[in-house]
């Protein structure tokens, strides 16, 4: 038997039913690891010897028949978010010796549910890119064809579960961060309603668009993460104090009743053909499973880009101030002064993509420029917001469209565009800035590649998301279809 290959509930069964130890489970993994990581290079730093550990304690919980849906099962985390006594980089050379002394929320929630960390994923540094190019170490591959990018920022999360090198990731989404990687590489990706998800413990990019989610290899692996991670936390002042449920329970193969809305700015120019086409068939497939389809318009759709990059800019600007070389980040011990050693710091702690958005955000938000940018940016933010609640309000049940414009393109084909690469996140920015639930499942392929379809709903409404996502999974093979493991 193929461990590495399992499903989380795949494997859950096998666990229970002691047909398969979690130590043998996750040496499978990391002798996939082992093979492929050379290649894909999917984590910026592997824990084999923690998740070893952490297998046997899961194993022991599991022989006192204290099992959980997510013991034992070894799981990929994002270098975003803060793991104790493990090296958390956020893909820059500022924080390159940077090992946190305590726990993010949600991997000590993971902990106590028995999870196996087998490393921390690569990303684009601070979670500002599309292609995980802007890594400060190195690029990842995408699996399916690895001269191609998987996507960023949590391109090494979804990398990680497509190689099999993990059976899940945890990842982090801005504006599309865990949802376009998940797309491009053909496996599942959800970013919860703003709030749903603690962000203690994740290191901020855009505190207002930021958000934790699940990448995995099914909806059902999805639904059982999110039960997890989804509660309130005191230690996150914007968490939710909503009631959570359980989302398998939503999990249905019938969609009758269920009115699926169709933005017809989503089928414009710049949206690859073969793209459409593929999304195309997926709306019609959830039809056919009984789904009503109706069009709905987002008038506004054509400022998103923009009105996105002003807002996380800025918040960069003022998120990242606090690295400089004295407190935070790399230290300097040639600076004469304090002034000095900030300049050096940052000038060699920060990559270029890093200083050129938090030049841009200072510029938004000084004397002067605020009003014409950063607050404008706000009030186009709230007509976005608004063009979706109309469509909610107006009987809409989900939004559905591409993930991504494109399949996933070559290494270094936009690296140097950076309006290029924006462009790249143009439809899953929309539900950051409205703060909503939103899920990329693979809906077929194009020239090879995979195509996302992305499914976005009301807020805290995660489990129609799923509902909908499960439905058209289970009524197409795209989810099981999975690129050459020996590259």
């Known amino acids: ?60 919980l599991i022989a006192a028949g204290d099992i959980g849906p997510l013991t034992g099962i070894p799981v990929a985390i994002k270098d975003n978010i803060c793991t104790k ?83 899940f990731a945890l990842g982090s989404d801005t504006g599309g961060s865990v949802r376009q990687p998940a797309g491009l590489c053909g496996v599942v990706g959800m970013k919860p309603t703003y709030g749903r998800v603690s962000r203690y413990g994740l290191i901020a990019f855009a505190s207002s668009l930021d958000q934790i989610g699940p990448i995995t290899k099914d909806v059902t692996d999805c639904a059982l993460v999110m039960n997890a991670i989804a509660f309130h936390d005191p230690l996150d002042s914007t968490s939710a104090d909503e009631p959570t449920p359980d989302y398998t329970s939503y999990l249905e193969e019938n969609l009758a009743g269920v009115v699926v809305g169709v933005p017809i700015e989503y089928f414009a120019a710049g949206l690859d053909q073969g793209v459409e086409e593929r999304v195309r ?33 800025a918040e960069a600007s003022a998120n990242l101030a606090r690295y400089d070389g004295l407190k935070y980040g790399l230290f300097a011990p040639d600076a004469r002064n304090i002034r000095e050693a900030q300049s050096k710091a940052r000038g060699r702690g920060f990559g270029r993509e890093v200083k050129r958005r938090i030049m841009l955000g200072t510029y938004a938000l000084s004397s002067g420029y605020y009003d014409a940018y950063y607050l404008k ?37 936009k690296v140097d565009d950076p309006l290029e690469m924006y462009l790249a996140d143009l439809y899953t920015i929309p539900a950051n800035l409205a703060g909503l ?28 998301v799923l509902r909908v996502a499960y439905a058209y999974e289970q009524g197409t093979d795209f989810h099981l279809q999975r690129p050459p493991i020996s590259l």
Not at 437 to 464: D, N
Request: glycine share 8%.
């Open 1 to 60: 038997m193929t461990l590495h290959r399992l499903t989380i509930h795949e494997a859950h069964d096998l666990l229970r039913r002691r047909e398969i130890s979690s130590v043998g489970l996750t040496e499978s993994v990391l002798a996939k690891m082992e093979e492929c990581d050379p290649e894909v290079r999917a984590f910026i730093t592997a824990t084999p010897q923690i998740a070893l550990e952490q297998a046997r304690r899961a194993d022991k």
């Open 85 to 167: 006594g493990v090296l958390t980089t956020c893909g820059s050379r500022i924080l390159e010796d940077f090992v946190p002394p305590y726990e993010a929320t949600v991997v000590e929630r993971l902990r106590k549910e028995g999870v196996v960390q087998v490393g921390k994923a690569n990303m684009d540094e601070f979670a500002m890119g599309s292609s995980t190019e802007y890594s400060a170490f190195f690029p990842s591959h995408n699996p399916w064809d690895t001269s191609r990018v998987p996507g960023g920022s949590s391109g090494g999360s979804a990398a990680a579960v497509l190689a099999n090198e993990a059976l």
């Open 281 to 313: 068939d997926a709306i019609q497939k959830l039809a056919d499973l009984g789904a009503e389809v109706r069009e709905v318009s987002l008038p506004h759709e054509r400022y998103v880009v923009a009105t996105y990059f002003l807002t996380s800019w």
């Open 377 to 413: 940016a706000q009030k186009v933010r709230t007509l976005i917001k608004e063009d979706l609640d109309r469509a909610f309000d107006a009987g809409v049940d989900v939004v559905v469209g591409p993930t991504s414009p494109i399949v996933a393109f070559g290494i270094g084909e």
């Open 437 to 464: 639930p939103c899920i990329s499942i693979p809906c077929g392929f194009h020239e090879g590649l995979p195509v996302g379809l992305q499914i976005m709903g009301r807020p805290f409404a995660e489990s129609m």
